[in-house]
Structures are given as structure tokens and as C-alpha cells.
């Protein structure tokens, strides 16, 4: 069955690094996502993208998040300058609709800033 | 904005049935979801009920949807050892595709 996959599983930075995340999406979904989930919190969107493009994000997202696609393969998230609070497992999702019944998502990679 | 809630935990004996709950007050959701999350792995969708439905079954699994209270449940019959893992409700509206979780619920299943 085809797979979204993270790596790395876990990524443990210093606080002000920059760090990327990266997703390999199933080959023929078009619809691209990252959530991610605080500690004991809940799992909260951050950003779709479709056709080269964000197409929605939420207020984390700010100015500190980049997602790019750049290979035609690759999904990665990047995080300017990480800080303690973005401590989190951030997944990634691939879609072949945008009605959500078709999300897959991958196992994760827990980001820890120390 | 939409929120989504579930209790924390859930523990139950092999072989008897789980409910786990769930409520949301987003009134234009479209679909409704459960999804699996097994430790180590991903989030994996189990079920999901479209909202103009107010049951769906798939083998053990029974999906209520009360849409007046904007309840939601789901109903693992038989439930085994291998069922033990966090629940997610999630849901999305007409004009979005982002999924809005609930908590999780951690389903603990003993002998």
C-alpha cells in the first residue's frame, strides 16, 4: 500500500537554528499538508498546498514556516529559526481530492528544541 | 472557530464494545472522522460518516452522528488487544479541506 514518508523520525535542534522537515508524498496525490501536534495537545493544521502554491494556512503559520515542493517529489517544511514552542511531531499528509476522504498521512517526525 | 472535544481515555475489557464520544460545533461540517493512531505511527483513517448520514457500520465499527446535538460517537464491537491506540475525532466543513481534530481519546483494552 502506497506510504507517506518522514524523515527524520526525530530531529533534536538548538533554539535559532533552522531546521527542515521532510515528506515524501504518495506519487500521485496532488494535495499536500502539514499538521503538527504539541505534547498532550491537539493536532492542528498548518498549511495546504496544491498546484505549486499555499493554498490555505493557519495563524501558526507565520513568517517563521516556508513549504516548498522542490523536485516534484519532496514536500519539506522549513522552520527559520526554531523556538522552544515549536517543540512538536509535525506530520505530513498527501491527498488525491480535496475533500479530505483520501488523506494519508505519514508517521511523523518529532521535532525536539532544546 | 471550530473546535472539536473527546474524553482523554477509555478502558475497557477484551471482548466488550468501546464507545468513544466526541462533539464539534462547526454546524457546516461536511464530513466526519475517525482515525487510528497506533504508537510509532501515523494518524490512519478508520471511518468516516458524511454529515447528511446519521449511522455508518463497517464490520466493528459503528459511526453514530446526532447532528441536531453535534455528536458524534464511535462504537468498536468486540474489542481486542490490538484495538488499544489514540482516537481521533476530525472533521471538515463545505469550504476547506483541513481537518480539525478533536484531542484523541486513548483506548486501553485489558484482558
Known amino acids: 500500500e502506497p506510504e507517506v514518508t518522514q524523515t527524520p523520525s526525530h530531529q533534536v535542534t538548538q533554539m535559532g537554528q533552522e531546521v527542515i522537515l521532510r515528506c515524501v508524498p504518495i506519487?500521485?496525490?496532488?494535495?499536500f499538508y502539514w499538521y503538527r501536534q504539541i505534547l498532550g495537545q491537539k493536532v492542528e493544521f498548518l498549511v495546504s498546498?496544491?498546484?505549486?502554491?499555499?493554498?490555505?494556512k493557519s495563524e501558526i503559520f507565520d513568517d517563521q514556516f516556508s513549504v516548498e515542493r522542490p523536485d516534484g517529489s519532496n514536500f519539506t517544511l522549513k522552520i527559520r529559526s526554531t523556538k522552544l514552542e515549536d517543540s512538536a511531531m509535525y506530520f505530513c499528509?498527501?491527498?488525491?481530492?480535496?475533500?479530505?476522504?483520501?488523506?494519508?498521512f505519514g508517521s511523523g517526525t518529532r521535532l525536539t528544541v532544546v | 472557530g471550530e473546535d472539536v472535544e473527546q474524553s482523554l481515555f477509555l478502558s475497557v475489557r477484551e471482548g466488550d464494545s468501546s464507545v468513544i464520544n466526541c462533539t464539534y460545533t462547526?454546524?457546516?461540517?461536511?464530513?466526519l472522522y475517525w482515525y487510528k493512531q497506533e504508537p510509532g505511527a501515523g494518524l490512519q483513517l478508520l471511518t468516516y460518516?458524511?454529515?447528511?448520514?446519521d449511522m455508518k457500520q463497517d464490520q466493528r465499527l459503528t459511526v453514530l452522528l446526532n447532528k441536531k446535538d453535534k455528536h458524534l460517537s464511535l462504537r468498536i464491537a468486540d474489542t481486542q488487544t490490538g484495538d488499544s491506540a489514540i482516537y481521533f475525532c476530525?472533521?471538515?466543513?463545505?469550504?476547506?479541506?483541513?481537518?480539525?481534530f478533536g484531542t484523541g481519546t486513548r483506548l486501553q483494552v485489558f484482558p
Open positions: 499528509a498527501s491527498s488525491g481530492d480535496h475533500f479530505g476522504l483520501w488523506y494519508t
Open positions: 498546498f496544491y498546484n505549486n502554491e499555499i493554498s490555505e
Open positions: 460518516i458524511f454529515s447528511n448520514m
Open positions: 462547526d454546524s457546516s461540517s461536511t464530513y
Open positions: 506519487s500521485n496525490h496532488l494535495y
Open positions: 476530525a472533521e471538515t466543513s463545505h469550504n476547506t479541506d483541513k481537518l480539525i
